[in-house]
């Protein structure tokens, strides 16, 4: 009886393990979700992204400095700006949302401007939800003085996965 119990707990056991993995957890599956709402809120179209699909995208890459870690980091993405015109998005707000539902709210026309990038490697790796992946939305805090203000910080959102655009 004894027997039958424990294999029946490892069963279980396994089975959540599996169940439980996150589908970020496999570089190839991570996704980025773009919903598209028009004047009225209503949806018009959602986008699902690989990080295959945003790697097609024009690469990005600066190296900066964060209060979140230690030392220089190289970040490799794709800048806001091209992820939004390769949606034909140009006007609006965007909701940017993370995995454990933070979220920042910015018009479109600073997300062009401010020189934001969607980061999905820090140190040529891909950023698994424990080090803050899958995407980062980072600014090169070394380059201006701007960037290092509680604005920029707060608009940092890591663990990216979800935005929103309302026209």
């Not at 999905?120 to 805090?141: H, I, K, Q």
């Amino acid at each position: 009886m004894f027997r039958v119990l424990y294999r029946y707990i490892c069963l279980i056991s396994t089975w959540a393990c599996l169940v439980a993995v996150p589908a970020h957890s496999n570089p190839d599956n991570v996704a980025l979700t773009v919903d598209i709402l028009d004047n009225d809120g209503a949806l018009v179209e959602t986008v699902v992204m690989t990080l295959e699909d945003i790697k097609a995208l024009p690469t990005a890459q600066f190296d900066t400095t964060t209060i979140w870690t230690s030392g220089p980091q190289v970040f490799t993405g794709i800048w806001l700006e091209t992820l939004l015109s390769s949606l034909d998005v140009d006007s609006g707000q965007i909701e940017l949302r993370a995995l454990n539902d933070y979220h920042i709210t910015l018009p479109v026309s600073e997300a062009a401007q401010d020189g934001a990038m969607l980061a999905y490697w820090r140190n040529y790796e891909t950023m698994s939800a424990r080090e803050n992946g899958p995407f980062w939305l980072v600014y090169d805090y070394d380059s201006d003085p701007k960037y290092r203000s509680e604005t920029y910080y707060s608009r940092s959102i890591w663990q990216l996965d979800h935005i929103t655009v309302s026209r």
